[in-house]
């Protein structure tokens, strides 16, 4: 029998919905802004979609595991680690230190970038990790794509090929004040299936080629948007060429909104844009893909919430990529966090990639197997 551990950094993902773009900490930040915790949402989440099992699950108490197992209605799992009501990466490191040394043979966490870190720094490559998607950017390669494909590969524990695969440290301070700064932390090792475990994001960025063509983008996307109707641009090089495009400012790594030919909100959080959502509900949302990954909603995007996307509707999201982006990025990925809306997404969405130019791109979604 196959035993899995499994630790929840229970803060994981506090900042996305409240526009801090990361958790790092800014924990008490975010409660007092509003956020909700959502990683033991999304562990058991993933843990519902195993059904009956006979894995053996080693966790910890409380926030750091029990409670999704509980949730989920697991029953056959044992504590190895005991954690008090406010936890720090101390906590993390020392759960799976504790777990793995209790004979776990795939160490399963949730949490993002940063939670991802705390797991490498406490058992570097002495057993496989695979985590479930449940913080803000998630740009490592230690990730399955959503927390169905964590179940399949959980499922799958012990007979599948297990690969090395990029953590990346992301310096957040920098990242707040919109700037992209990431460097490899570590390398871990990570059980893989085609389609189930994301790749590390890329960054397109210096190649002419690339350049000319988000220009290209971007001119034509002046043209579409210059009806005058509402918009959101979401982050990125491409959506900020864009609003160079059309003589607005735009900040690289928000979600910004505009109406009237101007600027209305500068890196807005999830209750920002739902406000400017309804007061102008003919809104578009022009987004572009996490290089290699593919996440059009799902990685970073945690503003652009269920909600509000249900008020935008899919016939308004344009999404916008180069053709240097789309050759990396086999797929595109829709993970709102909200399985029934994740289902009313289309097949296919289409790409613009240049001048006029669209291709028309499968969408895998989330809850949906990724090997059909």
């Known amino acids: 029998m196959v035993s899995v ?7 994981a993902g506090l900042g996305g919905t409240v526009g801090l773009k990361g958790t790092d900490g800014l924990s008490l930040e975010a409660l007092r802004r509003g956020a909700t915790p959502r990683s033991c949402r999304r562990a058991a989440e993933a843990l519902s979609y195993l059904g009956k099992t006979k894995t053996r699950f080693l966790t910890a108490s409380g926030p750091m595991g029990e409670d999704a197992m509980l949730a989920a209605g697991i029953t056959g799992y044992t504590i190895h680690y ?5 936890t720090t990466a101390t906590d993390t490191e020392a759960a799976c230190v504790a ?4 004979g776990a043979d795939l160490l399963v966490f949730a949490g993002g970038d940063g939670t991802a870190r705390d797991v490498v720094a406490a058992v570097g490559t ?11 950017k998630m740009y490592s390669a230690v990730f399955a794509t959503d927390p169905a494909a964590a179940a399949a590969l959980i499922r799958d524990a012990g007979r599948l090929p297990v690969r090395d695969a990029e953590v990346l440290d992301v310096d957040e301070t920098a990242y707040r004040e919109g700037r992209l700064s990431t460097t490899l932390y570590g390398i871990a090792r990570t059980p893989y299936r085609p389609g189930y475990v994301q790749h590390a994001k890329e960054t397109f960025r210096g190649a002419k080629n690339d350049a000319d063509d988000q220009q290209d983008i971007a001119g034509f996307m002046a043209g579409v948007l210059a009806s005058g109707r509402p918009f959101i641009l979401g982050p990125g090089s491409t959506t900020t060429a864009i609003a160079g495009a ?8 928000g979600f910004d909104a505009y109406a009237g030919g101007r600027l209305v909100i500068s890196d807005g959080d999830a209750h920002a844009l739902r406000e400017f959502l309804d007061d102008h509900p003919d809104t578009r949302l022009i987004i572009s893909p996490i290089g290699s990954q593919g996440f059009i909603i799902g990685r970073g995007t945690q503003v652009i919430t269920p909600d509000n996307l249900q008020v935008i509707g899919h016939d308004n999201i344009i999404v916008v990529a180069t053709p240097g982006k789309l050759r990396a990025t086999p797929d595109l990925h829709i993970d709102t966090g909200d399985r029934d809306l994740d289902r009313t997404f289309p097949d296919t969405i289409r790409v613009i990639c240049g001048y006029g130019l669209a291709e028309r791109r499968k969408i895998r979604i989330h809850g949906q197997d990724p090997g059909t």
């Open 5 to 11: 551990g499994l630790v929840i950094n229970p803060i």
């Open 82 to 86: 005991h954690c008090g009501n406010q």
């Open 99 to 102: 777990i793995r040394d209790a």
């Open 126 to 136: 002495t057993i496989p990790i695979l985590g479930i998607p449940a913080g803000v």
């Open 246 to 253: 059309m003589a607005l400012p735009k900040t690289l790594l």
